[in-house]
Protein backbone atom coordinates (compact mmCIF):
# COMPACT_ATOMS: atom_id res chain seq x y z
CA UNK A 1 0.00 0.00 0.00
CA UNK A 2 1.59 3.13 -1.25
CA UNK A 3 0.51 6.23 1.62
CA UNK A 4 0.88 9.74 1.15
CA UNK A 5 0.69 12.45 3.59
CA UNK A 6 -0.06 15.89 2.83
CA UNK A 7 -1.19 18.51 4.84
CA UNK A 8 -5.08 19.30 5.18
CA UNK A 9 -6.82 21.19 2.88
CA UNK A 10 -10.60 23.11 3.49
CA UNK A 11 -11.75 20.67 0.68
CA UNK A 12 -11.37 18.05 2.91
CA UNK A 13 -13.90 18.76 4.96
CA UNK A 14 -16.32 15.73 3.97
CA UNK A 15 -13.23 12.94 4.38
CA UNK A 16 -12.72 14.32 7.93
CA UNK A 17 -16.97 14.23 8.60
CA UNK A 18 -16.85 10.55 7.14
CA UNK A 19 -13.84 9.64 8.99
CA UNK A 20 -15.20 11.09 12.36
CA UNK A 21 -18.96 9.77 11.62
CA UNK A 22 -17.39 6.10 12.90
CA UNK A 23 -18.33 5.27 16.74
CA UNK A 24 -15.05 4.30 17.04
CA UNK A 25 -13.64 7.74 16.02
CA UNK A 26 -15.52 9.89 18.26
CA UNK A 27 -15.50 7.09 20.69
CA UNK A 28 -12.06 7.25 21.02
CA UNK A 29 -11.92 10.98 20.98
CA UNK A 30 -13.65 14.17 22.41
CA UNK A 31 -15.85 14.22 19.54
CA UNK A 32 -19.46 13.91 19.54
CA UNK A 33 -21.10 11.80 17.44
CA UNK A 34 -23.32 12.98 13.66
CA UNK A 35 -20.19 15.54 12.92
CA UNK A 36 -21.19 18.15 10.35
CA UNK A 37 -18.93 19.31 7.43
CA UNK A 38 -18.70 22.99 8.62
CA UNK A 39 -17.74 21.92 11.86
CA UNK A 40 -14.85 20.05 9.94
CA UNK A 41 -14.33 22.79 7.62
CA UNK A 42 -13.60 25.64 10.44
CA UNK A 43 -11.51 23.74 12.32
CA UNK A 44 -9.61 22.92 9.33
CA UNK A 45 -9.63 26.82 8.31
CA UNK A 46 -8.86 28.02 12.23
CA UNK A 47 -5.97 26.03 13.19
CA UNK A 48 -3.62 27.51 15.51
CA UNK A 49 -0.38 28.84 14.01
CA UNK A 50 2.87 26.66 14.64
CA UNK A 51 0.05 23.87 14.50
CA UNK A 52 0.40 20.56 12.26
CA UNK A 53 -2.64 19.09 10.67
CA UNK A 54 -1.78 15.81 8.59
CA UNK A 55 -4.03 13.70 6.39
CA UNK A 56 -2.97 10.13 4.68
CA UNK A 57 -4.19 9.26 1.43
CA UNK A 58 -4.27 5.81 -0.25
CA UNK A 59 -5.40 5.52 -4.08
CA UNK A 60 -6.75 9.03 -3.65
CA UNK A 61 -8.76 8.70 -0.78
CA UNK A 62 -8.00 10.17 2.79
CA UNK A 63 -7.89 6.83 5.34
CA UNK A 64 -6.81 8.73 8.23
CA UNK A 65 -6.13 12.48 10.26
CA UNK A 66 -3.98 13.68 12.37
CA UNK A 67 -2.79 16.65 14.09
CA UNK A 68 -0.48 18.33 16.52
CA UNK A 69 -2.11 21.93 17.74
CA UNK A 70 -0.06 24.45 19.57
CA UNK A 71 -0.70 24.95 22.73
CA UNK A 72 0.28 28.76 22.56
CA UNK A 73 -2.45 30.47 24.30
CA UNK A 74 -0.28 31.00 26.82
CA UNK A 75 3.22 32.28 25.69
CA UNK A 76 5.16 29.82 28.62
CA UNK A 77 3.64 26.75 26.84
CA UNK A 78 4.25 27.44 23.21
CA UNK A 79 6.56 24.51 23.30
CA UNK A 80 3.91 22.29 24.05
CA UNK A 81 1.66 19.99 21.08
CA UNK A 82 -1.39 18.58 21.82
CA UNK A 83 -2.06 15.25 19.61
CA UNK A 84 -4.84 13.58 17.82
CA UNK A 85 -5.30 10.81 15.41
CA UNK A 86 -7.49 8.48 13.68
CA UNK A 87 -7.64 5.90 11.59
CA UNK A 88 -10.26 5.05 8.97
CA UNK A 89 -11.95 1.76 10.15
CA UNK A 90 -10.92 -0.27 6.92
CA UNK A 91 -7.65 0.75 7.02
CA UNK A 92 -6.35 -0.19 10.56
CA UNK A 93 -3.67 -2.58 12.09
CA UNK A 94 -1.95 -1.78 8.55
CA UNK A 95 0.90 0.69 10.10
CA UNK A 96 -0.93 3.44 8.90
CA UNK A 97 -1.18 5.01 12.44
CA UNK A 98 2.24 4.71 13.26
CA UNK A 99 3.33 6.06 9.42
CA UNK A 100 0.63 9.38 10.16
CA UNK A 101 2.03 9.98 14.22
CA UNK A 102 6.04 9.57 12.99
CA UNK A 103 5.24 12.24 10.60
CA UNK A 104 3.22 14.45 12.79
CA UNK A 105 6.32 13.36 15.72
CA UNK A 106 9.09 14.72 13.00
CA UNK A 107 7.36 17.83 11.79
CA UNK A 108 6.46 19.07 15.54
CA UNK A 109 9.44 18.52 16.91
CA UNK A 110 12.17 19.17 14.17
CA UNK A 111 10.79 22.04 12.32
CA UNK A 112 7.75 23.54 14.73
CA UNK A 113 9.87 23.34 17.48
CA UNK A 114 7.26 21.60 20.00
CA UNK A 115 9.32 19.87 22.73
CA UNK A 116 6.29 18.11 24.44
CA UNK A 117 4.13 16.71 22.73
CA UNK A 118 0.84 15.55 25.57
CA UNK A 119 -2.58 14.04 24.71
CA UNK A 120 -5.28 12.01 26.74
CA UNK A 121 -6.45 8.51 25.89
CA UNK A 122 -9.37 6.27 26.81
CA UNK A 123 -7.66 3.67 29.65
CA UNK A 124 -9.47 0.73 27.67
CA UNK A 125 -8.00 2.15 24.29
CA UNK A 126 -5.42 -0.87 23.77
CA UNK A 127 -4.54 0.16 20.25
CA UNK A 128 -3.90 3.45 20.61
CA UNK A 129 -1.72 3.05 24.32
CA UNK A 130 0.25 1.05 22.37
CA UNK A 131 0.69 2.98 19.62
CA UNK A 132 1.91 5.77 21.80
CA UNK A 133 4.38 3.61 23.69
CA UNK A 134 5.77 2.29 20.44
CA UNK A 135 6.61 6.03 19.75
CA UNK A 136 8.09 6.69 23.57
CA UNK A 137 5.17 8.57 25.12
CA UNK A 138 5.21 7.86 28.60
CA UNK A 139 2.26 7.86 30.85
CA UNK A 140 2.35 10.63 33.05
CA UNK A 141 -0.80 9.97 35.76
CA UNK A 142 -4.78 8.94 35.24
CA UNK A 143 -8.56 11.31 35.45
CA UNK A 144 -10.67 9.53 36.79
CA UNK A 145 -13.96 10.22 34.96
CA UNK A 146 -12.21 12.17 32.45
CA UNK A 147 -15.58 12.34 29.78
CA UNK A 148 -18.56 11.12 30.05
CA UNK A 149 -18.92 8.54 26.93
CA UNK A 150 -21.72 6.42 25.32
CA UNK A 151 -24.11 7.15 28.78
CA UNK A 152 -20.57 6.36 31.48
CA UNK A 153 -17.99 8.25 32.60
CA UNK A 154 -14.56 7.24 31.58
CA UNK A 155 -11.22 7.30 32.81
CA UNK A 156 -8.39 8.42 30.67
CA UNK A 157 -4.78 8.86 31.17
CA UNK A 158 -2.47 11.41 30.18
CA UNK A 159 0.70 10.64 28.20
CA UNK A 160 3.57 12.91 27.04
CA UNK A 161 6.97 12.70 24.86
CA UNK A 162 9.32 14.69 25.97
CA UNK A 163 12.04 15.76 22.82
CA UNK A 164 15.30 14.60 24.30
C1 LIG B 1 -5.34 4.04 17.54
C2 LIG B 1 -5.27 3.99 16.02
C3 LIG B 1 -5.02 5.40 15.49
C4 LIG B 1 -4.12 3.06 15.59
O1 LIG B 1 -3.98 3.16 14.18
P1 LIG B 1 -3.45 1.92 13.29
O2 LIG B 1 -3.23 2.41 11.91
O3 LIG B 1 -4.39 0.78 13.45
O4 LIG B 1 -2.08 1.59 14.01
P2 LIG B 1 -0.84 0.82 13.35
O5 LIG B 1 -1.33 -0.25 12.43
O6 LIG B 1 0.11 1.81 12.78
O7 LIG B 1 -0.19 0.13 14.61
C5 LIG B 1 0.84 0.77 15.34
C6 LIG B 1 1.01 0.06 16.67
O8 LIG B 1 -0.16 0.26 17.46
C7 LIG B 1 -0.46 -0.94 18.17
N1 LIG B 1 -1.78 -1.42 17.77
C8 LIG B 1 -2.52 -1.03 16.70
N2 LIG B 1 -3.71 -1.66 16.70
C9 LIG B 1 -3.72 -2.46 17.78
C10 LIG B 1 -4.69 -3.34 18.34
N3 LIG B 1 -5.90 -3.50 17.77
N4 LIG B 1 -4.36 -3.98 19.49
C11 LIG B 1 -3.17 -3.80 20.08
N5 LIG B 1 -2.20 -2.98 19.59
C12 LIG B 1 -2.48 -2.30 18.46
C13 LIG B 1 0.67 -1.90 17.89
O9 LIG B 1 1.66 -1.68 18.88
C14 LIG B 1 1.17 -1.44 16.56
O10 LIG B 1 2.53 -1.70 16.37
P3 LIG B 1 3.01 -3.12 15.74
O11 LIG B 1 2.24 -3.27 14.47
O12 LIG B 1 4.48 -2.91 15.52
O13 LIG B 1 2.68 -4.15 16.75
C15 LIG B 1 -6.61 3.39 15.44
O14 LIG B 1 -6.91 2.19 16.11
C16 LIG B 1 -7.81 4.33 15.53
O15 LIG B 1 -8.00 5.18 14.69
N6 LIG B 1 -8.67 4.15 16.59
C17 LIG B 1 -9.90 4.94 16.73
C18 LIG B 1 -9.63 6.40 17.10
C19 LIG B 1 -8.77 6.51 18.36
O16 LIG B 1 -9.02 5.86 19.36
N7 LIG B 1 -7.76 7.40 18.28
C20 LIG B 1 -6.86 7.65 19.39
C21 LIG B 1 -7.41 8.67 20.31
S1 LIG B 1 -6.39 8.94 21.75
Not at 25 to 43: C, F, H, I, S, V
Not at 72 to 85: C, D, E, F, T, Y
Amino acid sequence: MTILLRHVESRDSIALQDIYSDPDAYGGTLQTPYPTEDTWKRRIESLPEGSVSLVAESDGKIIAHGAVICAARSPRRKHVGQLGIVVHRDWRQQGVGSTLLAALIDTAENWLNLSRIELDVYTDNAPAIALYKKHNFQTEGTHPHYAFRNGEYVDCYSMARIRE
